[in-house]
């Protein structure tokens, strides 16, 4: 059973740049068939995809994201991280990681962080 | 990119079937077999509930159903049943190789 899980400040102060990693188990982020994806939630709303990486380093982004996002994967310690720089209110939300099929859905889940931007 | 369209609420009793919409482009939903559904619990995870517009993981309930034509995708529920009050969002892969999901869907048992 794969199980993702989501670790990091659950604080941050707007400019500033939040990080966080998603730590596997139960499967390899080295796998040549999976996409290790991000996706938020803010508060009472909708999902938004982040964007994924696959086990070579090629990155994929949400434009409206694209200038202020980087997705890497650390294989020694099957973990994917996400920085998402210049933050500010708006970027307060629940964050996810997922692994992601090449047909484009998310078959596994982290439990989500919750990140504030504040000050 | 712009969110797919959902109704944003759903209700229907308990045993009855209820079917609900996601609402693409040609970009998105009209040109892509790759929808799927996802079913979130407050404070949960979402869970995949279908894939590739009508599949089912294994495991999942055979109540969940899922079906496309042209620029729209619906997911149907038979049988509804408590556990199933929860809010429900699609995706859809985008002709520029992203994914977009639904403005979500609120379905409420009576």
């Known amino acids: 059973q794969v199980q993702l899980q989501e670790s990091g400040p659950g604080l941050v102060k707007p400019s500033e740049t939040l990080s966080l990693t998603c730590t596997v188990s139960?499967?390899?982020?080295?796998?040549?068939?999976?996409?290790w994806s991000w996706i938020r939630q803010p508060p009472g709303k909708g999902l938004e995809w982040i964007g994924y990486?696959?086990?070579?380093?090629?990155?994929n982004y949400n434009p409206s994201l694209k200038s202020r996002v980087t997705i890497s994967v650390h294989t020694s310690k099957n973990q994917f991280s996400l920085k998402l720089n210049s933050v500010t209110a708006a970027d307060t939300a629940l964050y996810f990681c997922?692994?992601?099929?090449?047909?484009?859905?998310?078959?596994?889940w982290g439990q989500g962080t919750l990140v504030t931007v504040s000050s | 990119q712009s969110a797919l369209t959902q109704p944003p609420s759903v209700s229907g009793s308990p045993g009855q079937p209820i079917t609900f919409s996601c609402t693409g482009t040609?970009?998105?939903?009209?040109?892509?077999?790759?929808v799927s559904w996802y079913q979130q619990h407050p404070g949960k995870a979402p869970k995949l509930m279908i894939y590739?517009?009508?599949n089912r993981p294994s495991g999942e309930s055979n109540r969940f159903s899922g079906s496309k034509s042209g620029n729209t995708a619906s997911l149907t529920i038979s049988g509804l049943q408590a556990e199933d009050e929860a809010d429900y969002y699609c995706?859809?892969?985008?002709?520029?190789?992203?994914?977009?999901f639904g403005t979500g869907t609120k379905v409420t048992v009576l």
């Open positions: 139960g499967g390899s982020v080295s796998s040549g068939y999976y996409y």
């Open positions: 990486i696959y086990y070579s380093g090629t990155t």
């Open positions: 995706s859809s892969y985008t002709s520029s190789s992203t994914l977009v």
């Open positions: 997922a692994r992601q099929l090449p047909d484009w859905f998310l078959d596994y």
């Open positions: 590739d517009v009508s």
């Open positions: 040609s970009s998105d939903v009209g040109d892509y077999n790759y």
